[in-house]
């Protein structure tokens, strides 16, 4: 069947920043332009996942059609059983060409003719009603991530909308998992600040609702959850929609300082002695790390801070340039400067080990 006209599909533009994971004051060191096109595609159900094993038990009609934007289309399943066992099917819906997938779970059963029970038919239409009367929740976050907490709490927040135009969708809220203690809800509806592992929320037509989500890390270690949102059912005969978004963080952090160097403004000033022509001249510098995880340092030497102009090796150089510094301890940096050379600036970019290593993999 050839593609009927869709129309033009939707633009979307972001992009992605990048930030050291560090305590302190950060910028952004690089941005990543995305853009994407959405639009609509056929919707096809291969054949051969609507027969059984032994014959054909379940059918569609039409296996394959083009949909317009907005529009919607009814599907009739049809079941025919040869005998009095059970039916249960998998119909796959695919989006073509790239996606999503979809999976409707099909069951038939017959009932004896003297169960007293009333006979199934032998043919069901599931039109666009039985989706249409269910709308789905949309969320601004697939999972909620924390980098390293210091043993305490921090908070992030998760925007839910209601996708439906006239239904009003009440929502129940959950976490569980093995670390679910140190996940929690706060409280939307009480001026102090009550926190909870479940709760429940009402969202009108359109509307956007933030959820407030508090890490209390306990320990210096990975913890894992999940924020189960459960959707009541429009009628008994039909439950909610379910989904749950991933919540993971890192108890501790690391804090790194520099010892025994004068503090000046938002830095330190270190002084190279005994500059001389055809003597390299050296200052230590001793870096702490005194938190609870390891911390990952990268030195860099700049002539002009504000343009990014990096110094030449052969003026400055730094040893080690970069390197992984544990939890509470320390290690000495040399910096090495070449008679008449101009001043610099030598920055040490310093970031979390642990993240960095899961961000590699």
């Not at 909620?144 to 908070?155: D, E, K, M, S």
């Not at 927040?157 to 809220?173: A, D, E, G, I, P």
């Not at 189960?228 to 501790?252: A, C, D, H, M, N």
């Amino acid at each position: 069947h050839p593609f009927i006209e869709l129309g033009l599909a939707d633009e979307y533009s972001a992009r992605v920043e990048i930030e050291v994971d560090s305590p302190g004051p950060s910028h952004v060191i690089q941005s990543i332009p995305l853009r994407a096109r959405c639009g609509t595609a056929r919707v096809h159900a291969p054949k051969d996942l609507q027969h059984s094993d032994a014959e054909d038990s379940f059918s569609v009609t039409p296996d394959e059609l083009s949909l317009r934007v907005g529009e919607e289309h009814a599907v009739a399943v049809t079941f025919k059983a040869q005998g009095s066992r059970k039916y249960r099917e998998l119909l796959t819906i695919l989006v073509l060409p790239s996606g999503p997938q979809y999976e409707v779970t099909l069951k038939g059963e017959v009932a004896p003719e003297d169960s007293g029970k009333p006979a199934i038919p032998s043919a069901a239409l599931f039109g666009p009603g039985v989706a249409s009367d269910v709308p789905p929740i949309l969320s601004n976050k697939q999972f909620v991530a924390w980098g390293g907490v210091t043993l305490g709490r921090a908070q992030q927040k998760l925007v839910l909308r209601n996708n439906s135009s006239k239904m009003t969708q009440h929502l129940r809220l959950l976490i569980r998992g093995q670390d679910q203690d140190c996940f929690q809800l706060q409280s939307m509806f009480s001026p102090e600040e009550l926190l909870t592992r479940h709760g429940e929320l009402s969202i009108r037509p359109k509307e956007d609702v933030t959820v407030h989500l508090l890490f209390a890390p306990t320990r210096v270690a990975c913890m894992l959850a999940k924020l189960e949102i459960k959707q009541s059912g429009v009628r008994p005969s039909q439950p909610g929609v379910k989904f749950t978004i991933p919540l993971s963080g890192y108890g501790g952090t690391s804090n790194v300082i520099l010892e025994d160097q004068r503090k000046q403004g938002d830095g330190y000033v270190a002084t190279i002695t005994n500059i001389g022509v055809g003597r390299v001249s050296k200052v230590c510098l001793c870096v702490r790390n005194t938190g609870s995880r390891s911390a990952f340092i990268k030195a860099m030497a700049f002539f002009d801070m504000h343009t990014r102009s990096v110094m030449e090796p052969s003026v400055i150089s730094l040893a080690p340039s970069q390197f992984v510094l544990k939890e509470r301890t320390q290690e000495v940096q040399n910096i090495c400067q070449s008679a008449g050379a101009l001043l610099a600036t030598v920055c040490l970019f310093c970031g979390d080990e642990v993240s960095r290593q899961q961000f590699r993999r």
